[in-house]
T-cell receptor, first 110, second 114 residues
Framework: SQQGEEDPQALSIQEGENATMNCSYK?????LQWYRQNSGRGLVHLIL?????REKHSGRLRVTLDTSKKSSSLLITASRAADTASYFC??????????FGTGTSLTVIP | DGGITQSPKYLFRKEGQNVTLSCEQN?????MYWYRQDPGQGLRLIYY???????QKGDIAEGYSVSREKKESFPLTVTSAQKNPTAFYLC?????????????FGSGTRLTVV
């Protein structure tokens, strides 16, 4: 399976701290995406990074990609209570579909 | 506002019944997808469609069926052959099959077998 695996499974931090979650995958990819899911809702696309990119920023989000290690990380800086959600990475090889990981559950304590 | 609408939000099915989950998008997206999510797990692909009147099986297609008669609509039928259908079902769409711009998801349908 090409499915990514997020680490840690769960993360609890204080508001204002930074949150880092990691994603590892098994096969070569074209793109990697990160999504957020609030409880009982659909997923929201956060950021896409291409295989020839090493780092990408979007607001308080920073994503890195290391294709040699087949891993990516998502950093959320200055976390807020509203960032409490599950975060998923999704990887593709063929471009026809993305495979989603099992997610990291982030709790930001006010 | 453009987006994806899934209905119903909650659905209860009796043993042996077929049920159909609706997914409609007004984003003019070519590709549409159905995923299943079980508690504490990631998303697993059921079916996807890149163009009208064409669709492909995903990793867990057994017990499910779809149709793509219109670009805007991609309904999913959960048949009685699906032995464990209780789950959260998510529909998504994207601008093209290579999905460079990410998926847009609906808000999901929670199906429970009673």
């Amino acid at each position: 399976s090409q499915q990514g695996e997020e680490d840690p499974q769960a993360l609890s931090i204080q508001e204002g701290e930074n949150a880092t979650m990691n994603c590892s995958y098994k096969t070569s990819i074209n793109n990697l995406q990160w999504y957020r899911q609030n409880s009982g809702r659909g997923l929201v696309h956060l950021i896409l990074i291409r295989s020839n990119e090493r780092e990408k920023h979007s607001g308080r989000l920073r994503v890195t990609l290391d294709t040699s290690k087949k891993s990516s990380s998502l950093l959320i800086t200055a976390s807020r209570a509203a960032d409490t959600a599950s975060y998923f990475c999704a990887t593709d090889a063929t471009g026809n579909q993305f495979y989603f990981g099992t997610g990291t559950s982030l709790t930001v304590i006010p | 506002d453009g987006g994806i609408t899934q209905s119903p939000k909650y659905l209860f099915r009796k043993e042996g019944q077929n049920v159909t989950l609706s997914c409609e998008q007004n984003l003019n997206h070519d590709a549409m997808y159905w995923y299943r999510q079980d508690p504490g797990q990631g998303l697993r692909l059921i079916y996807y469609s890149q163009i009208v009147n064409d669709f492909q099986k995903g990793d867990i297609a057994e017990g499910y069926s779809v149709s793509r008669e219109k670009k805007e609509s991609f309904p999913l039928t959960v048949t009685s052959a699906q032995k464990n259908p209780t789950a959260f079902y998510l529909c998504a769409s994207s601008t093209s099959s290579d999905s460079l711009y990410g998926y847009t998801f609906g808000s999901g349908t929670r199906l429970t077998v009673v």
